[in-house]
Structure formats: C-alpha cells, structure tokens
Nanobody
Framework: QVQLVESGGGLVQAGGSLRLSCGAS????????MGWFRQPPGKEREFVAS????????TYGDSVKGRFTISRDNVNNTVYLQMNSLKPEDAAVYYC?????????????WGQGTQVTVSS
C-alpha cells in the first residue's frame, strides 16, 4: 500500500500562485496513476488533474485548464500541482490520490488533504 501526504496549501491572493506537493511512502509512485481532486466548502469533491505512470499523459478539469499543471517526480516519489492565476472559486481542500490503472477510474488511496484559501 501507499501512503500519501499533501503539503503546500495556504492563503493566497487572487491572481497568485501555489504549488502543492504530494509525497508518498510505502511504495513507489511509479506503480500509480496520480490525481488531484478538490472539495470546496459545502460542495461535492471534483476532479482537478491526473497524470499517467510515466508522466506522458495528463488530463485536467475544465475549470483549471490553462492555469494548473500536474507533474511528477518518480525518483523522489512526489507529485506536484502548480496552480497559477488562482481565483476565489479555487478555494478548497485539495487531495491527491493514487490509482493502479490507466486510465484511472477508481482511486484507491487518498491523502488527508491540504487547505487552499484564495482571497479576493
């Protein structure tokens, strides 16, 4: 099994940037498709981005395309989410997740989440 821990969240002004990290332990991230999800206050969890085992393929939710970039470092067992041009509606708890299949349909492992707050 893999354990995931997110970091990098915080408070940022609208238009600013943050980079989230997801560190893994217990197993190499090479074995997993990785995804980022978010859950705004009072709303359902939504898909943000995913990246294939090698990093060759990425997908994004419509609301973040062109602003967010997912990447991975399999040597250091870390996945990143670079978030630029942040908007107040990007505020949420952000979770990273791991799936053993590509394309990923079910993510079996989740981190505890990191809070992102965007002030207007």
């Amino acid at each position: 099994q893999v354990q995931l821990v997110e970091s990098g969240g915080g408070l940022v002004q609208a238009g600013g940037s943050l980079r989230l990290s997801c560190g893994a332990s217990g197993r190499s991230l090479r074995s997993y498709v990785m995804g980022w999800f978010r859950q705004p206050p009072g709303k359902e969890r939504e898909f943000v981005a995913s990246i294939s085992f090698s990093g060759a393929h990425t997908t994004y939710g419509d609301s973040v395309k062109g602003r967010f970039t997912i990447s991975r470092d399999n040597v250091n067992n870390t996945v990143y989410l670079q978030m630029n041009s942040l908007k107040p509606e990007d505020a949420a708890v952000y979770y990273c997740a791991a799936s053993g299949e590509f394309p990923a349909r079910v993510y079996g492992y989740w981190g505890q989440g990191t809070q992102v707050t965007v002030s207007s």
